[in-house]
């Protein structure tokens, strides 16, 4: 609220300018995370309020928005209703979350002809506020990774029904391939479906971006398991110092790809030269901590062997996330006690009587309406029992029996009920 003050104009008509909108908040994907990990640690983020109208008709400025970079493929919910709020998939993608709060409007807007020094003014428009629920979508369960020629869309042919390109050159695979694998035994109930990924083959200096492997690093960062092929049968190459070589390309494209959790796979188990070399490799991988399965994909030789380990594996790895988000929502329930809010129309409210001669009303709008009203101002509040009164709330307060003394609280504003 704010007067003109000039000189040779004693009586200056109203000029207080609107408040600035609060800042908003906004998600957005980016390249640079791999993960949701950092919301663990912080799950509350508040922009900045707009600053205050001022005289001469200024309106104040706008509060700084926030933005959140998440990873892509996150999905974003309403924490209450579960509704989907964005889906981000593409870099720089961008969602808003919550808007700020329209910044209330100054005195010059209240005057009237009959009303020329109006003292009301409006307070800003409450911000936004919600829970969220964040997800990151896996692209598939399994990632296969190995050298060129290996045999992994050979592998993924024969436990899907996917039909990838084979063939005995290298990088025969140019684009990910999909399949369904339906893995577990069923009749013990263990059995389920689950998603298998055939990328292009890998060659040192991948992690830096020489054959193919870059672009689709990315795509099995979004795994759960990898099954590792190397070709027992290359006799002008050492199957050990391949398995060693992509291992070190994957930790250094990322770290957290290099502990992942992996299966080896020594492939061509009906060529000699394979059989062979198969002890050696066994004794060496085993020494380092892996489960090794000799197989040939080819001939379909111990391939359900391994598709039943990868599942239990998966089964055992869901299972430990499950409890761990259990566990969390438990840990978050406690930190956030409060009540339980439920979805509701933008007009719908209730009056409670708390205690003898205390009522809580609530309601989006009407919660609304009375915070922007200013309690000093005689003019705004008349205006607010207007608006009472036309959308039913003051009738619901006098049928819950409210008397002149009586507190009704909004939110955080209290009144007392008059005449
Ligand atoms: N003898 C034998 N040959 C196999 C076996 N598995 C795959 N091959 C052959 O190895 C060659 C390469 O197989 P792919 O499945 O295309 O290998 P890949 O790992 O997908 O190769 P890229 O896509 O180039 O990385 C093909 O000629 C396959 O027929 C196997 O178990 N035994
Ligand atoms: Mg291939």
Not at 314 to 323: K, T
Not at 345 to 350: C, I, L
């Amino acid at each position: 609220m704010h007067f003109r003050r000039e000189k040779y104009y004693p009586l200056g008509g109203p000029d207080g300018g609107d408040g600035g909108r609060g800042g908003s908040i906004y998600f957005e994907a980016t390249i640079d995370l791999n993960t949701l990990i950092d919301y663990r640690y912080r799950q509350q983020f508040k922009a900045e309020p707009g600053t205050p109208g001022a005289g001469q008709k200024m309106h104040g400025a706008k509060g700084e928005d926030i933005i959140l970079s998440v990873p892509c493929g996150t999905i974003i919910r309403d924490g209450e209703t579960k509704e989907l709020v964005g889906d981000l998939t593409e870099i720089g993608q961008r969602v808003m979350v919550a808007r700020g709060g329209r910044g209330g409007l100054g005195n010059v807007h209240f005057a009237t002809s009959t009303r020329q020094a109006p003292k009301e003014s409006q307070k800003g428009e409450p911000g936004e506020e919600r829970w969220l629920l964040l997800e990151l979508r896996l692209i598939a369960d399994v990632g296969l990774v190995g050298y060129p020629n290996a045999g992994k869309s050979t592998l993924l042919s024969v436990v899907s029904a996917a039909h990838p390109k084979i063939a005995d050159y290298p990088f025969t695979t140019l684009e990910p391939n999909l399949g369904v694998v339906e893995g577990g035994q069923p009749r013990y109930g263990d059995g389920y479906s689950f998603v298998m990924a055939d990328i292009p083959g890998l060659i040192e200096g991948a992690a830096q971006g020489v054959g193919l492997g870059h672009e689709f690093l990315r795509h099995i960062r979004r795994t759960r398991v990898l099954l590792h092929l190397v070709d027992g049968s290359a006799l002008d190459r050492d199957p050990w110092e391949d398995f060693l070589a992509i291992n070190r390309e994957l930790r250094d494209y990322d770290e957290e790809l290099g502990q992942r959790p992996q299966l080896v796979v020594y492939n061509k188990m009906d060529l000699p030269e394979a059989q062979e070399r198969w002890p050696d490799f066994k004794k060496k991988a085993e020494a380092a901590g892996y489960r090794v399965f000799g197989i040939s994909a080819a001939a379909h030789q111990d391939v359900d062997e391994l598709i039943n380990e990868t599942s239990r594996l998966l089964n055992e790895i869901m299972r430990d996330e499950a409890e761990r988000a259990a566990t969390q929502v438990i840990s978050d329930l406690r930190e956030n006690e409060g009540p339980v809010l439920r979805p509701q129309a933008a007009d719908a409210f209730t009056v409670l009587k708390v205690e003898d001669g205390v009522f809580v009303v609530s309601g989006k709008r009407v919660e609304r309406m009375v915070s922007m009203t200013d309690p000093e101002s005689e003019e705004g509040m008349d205006r607010l029992q207007v608006q009472l009164e036309k959308m039913g709330v003051t009738k619901a307060i006098e049928e819950a029996g409210v008397k002149v003394g009586d507190v009704v609280r909004f939110n955080k504003t209290e009144l007392i009920w008059g005449e």
